[in-house]
Antibody, heavy 117, light 107 residues
């Protein structure tokens, strides 16, 4: 079964850090670009970041540039999002998603990140 | 960034109705448009990509059309499981952007 499973979310204080993971299974992970998308409570979808198949190229939304780092370990079939200098406005469910022509055909179940003191 | 505007933001319909949701891009995006369905507490599900290509496993009552700046998602005969929120997404250029969503409710 093709699957993405996120982990690593939780409660963190403003200014803190968190690393999200996304474990892939059921497909050749190293062949696909991967993305992170977030959704604040009661709000819409916002693209956060993407990484190409071999990890050599990345892109970020302006709102997270310089604070978040996307990476991947193709040997472990795992995608990561390192989040530093977290702000209250980063509170959201974070989804990892597989890209096909930059549409997202497979999504994880999401992991909640809450930034609060 | 390309702005995606959906209309309506919400509306009510009945099972069996034909419904159309529109999505307008602030600049031309060719056919680099996808549609997603999201139910409460669940991840989005890809319905259509490349503006009109039905994702595998998605019922044929869903269809998409358009190119350039104006796009539509049509559900030909609403089923109970179709009541959800729908999002369009452009992937013509970064940053990838989504519409604000259209909430489809039962009348």
């Amino acid at each position: 079964e093709v699957q993405l499973v996120e982990s690593g979310g939780g409660l963190v204080q403003p200014g803190g850090s968190l690393r999200l993971s996304c474990a892939a299974s059921g497909f050749t992970f190293s062949s696909y670009w991967m993305h992170w998308v977030r959704q604040a409570p009661g709000k819409g979808l916002v693209w956060v970041s993407r990484i190409n198949s071999d990890g050599s190229s990345t892109s970020y939304a302006d709102s997270v540039k310089g604070r978040f780092t996307i990476s991947r370990d193709n040997a472990k079939n795992t995608l990561y999002l390192q989040m530093n200098s977290l702000r209250a406005e980063d509170t959201a469910v974070y989804y990892c998603a597989r890209g096909i022509e930059e549409a997202f055909d497979i999504w994880g179940q999401g992991t909640m990140v809450t930034v609060s003191s | 960034a390309i702005r995606m505007t959906q209309s309506p933001s919400s509306f009510s319909a009945s099972t069996g109705d034909r419904v159309t949701i529109t999505c307008r891009a602030s600049q031309g995006i060719s056919s680099y448009l996808a549609w997603y369905q999201q139910k409460p507490g669940k991840a989005p599900k890809l319905l259509i990509y490349a503006a009109s290509t039905l994702q595998s496993g998605v019922p044929s009552r869903f269809s998409g059309s358009g190119s350039g700046t104006d796009f539509t998602l049509t559900i030909s005969c609403l089923q109970s499981e179709d009541f959800a929120t729908y999002y369009c997404q452009q992937y013509y250029s970064y940053p990838i952007t989504f519409g604000q969503g259209t909430r489809l409710e039962i009348k």
